[in-house]
C-alpha cells in the first residue's frame, strides 16, 4: 500500500528540515520505500548542519518532555516516551543521576546530546554504553550518533506508516 506524508510528518521522524523536505518531495511509497529512501537521503543528501538539527530535536535520554515541548511536538514527545519506556521502568534515583552526570559531560565534549536507539533497552544498558563512548574521538562518534539517529527514524518511518493503515 501507498501513503504520502508531509514535511511535518517527516520531521517528526527525524527533526532534519532538510530531511523532511527531500523525503516529502518523493512520489508516493510503501513504508519499505520510504525507510531505503530515507537511508539515502540521511546519509548522502543532508548536511552536517541537519544532522545536528536532528539530533538537537530528540530528548536527553532519562528527560521527561518538557509541556512545551509536548505542545510543539506532539508526535516526538509521545514516541520518545514510548522508545524510552523500558529505561524509565529500570532506573533507579542514583542511575538516574549518573545518566545525567554523563549526559552533561558527553554534550560537553562533543557539541550534541548522545544518540542512541534507547527502545527495548534499559537504564544501565544506556548508561554503560555511554560510558564505552565517551572516550571515542568526535569525528567516530558523530557517524556513531547520525547512524543511532538513522536507527530512531527508521522505528519512527514504520510507526508513522502504521498509523497510517489503522
Given at each position: 500500500m501507498e501513503i504520502s506524508f508531509g514535511e511535518e510528518e517527516f520531521l517528526a521522524c527525524c527533526g532534519s528540515r532538510k530531511f523532511a523536505k527531500e523525503m516529502a518531495a518523493l512520489p508516493l511509497l510503501s513504508c519499505e520505500e520510504a525507510v531505503e529512501a530515507a537511508r539515502a537521503i540521511w546519509f548522502n543528501k543532508v548536511e552536517v548542519s541537519g544532522w545536528l538539527e536532528a539530533f538537537a530535536s530528540n530528548l536527553r535520554i532519562g528527560e521527561s518532555p518538557s509541556s512545551t515541548y509536548q505542545k510543539s511536538h506532539p508526535t516526538c514527545a509521545q514516541w520518545s516516551k514510548g522508545e524510552q519506556s523500558?529505561?524509565?521502568?529500570?532506573?533507579?534515583?542514583?542511575?538516574?543521576?549518573?545518566?545525567?552526570?554523563?549526559?552533561?559531560?558527553?554534550?560537553?565534549?562533543?557539541?550534541?546530546?548522545?544518540?542512541?536507539?534507547?527502545t527495548g533497552r534499559s537504564t544501565p544498558e544506556i548508561l554503560a554504553e555511554l560510558k564505552r563512548r565517551y572516550p571515542n574521538r568526535p569525528i567516530v562518534e558523530f557517524e556513531i550518533a547520525a547512524q543511532e539517529q538513522m536507527k530512531i527514524t527508521q522505528l519512527r518511518l514504520q510507526k508513522l506508516y502504521s498509523h497510517q493503515l489503522l
Amino acid at each position: 500500500m501507498e501513503i504520502s506524508f508531509g514535511e511535518e510528518e517527516f520531521l517528526a521522524c527525524c527533526g532534519s528540515r532538510k530531511f523532511a523536505k527531500e523525503m516529502a518531495a518523493l512520489p508516493l511509497l510503501s513504508c519499505e520505500e520510504a525507510v531505503e529512501a530515507a537511508r539515502a537521503i540521511w546519509f548522502n543528501k543532508v548536511e552536517v548542519s541537519g544532522w545536528l538539527e536532528a539530533f538537537a530535536s530528540n530528548l536527553r535520554i532519562g528527560e521527561s518532555p518538557s509541556s512545551t515541548y509536548q505542545k510543539s511536538h506532539p508526535t516526538c514527545a509521545q514516541w520518545s516516551k514510548g522508545e524510552q519506556s523500558i529505561a524509565l521502568a529500570t532506573t533507579t534515583d542514583t542511575i538516574s543521576q549518573e545518566l545525567h552526570e554523563w549526559n552533561n559531560r558527553y554534550k560537553e565534549k562533543f557539541g550534541f546530546i548522545f544518540m542512541i536507539c534507547a527502545t527495548g533497552r534499559s537504564t544501565p544498558e544506556i548508561l554503560a554504553e555511554l560510558k564505552r563512548r565517551y572516550p571515542n574521538r568526535p569525528i567516530v562518534e558523530f557517524e556513531i550518533a547520525a547512524q543511532e539517529q538513522m536507527k530512531i527514524t527508521q522505528l519512527r518511518l514504520q510507526k508513522l506508516y502504521s498509523h497510517q493503515l489503522l
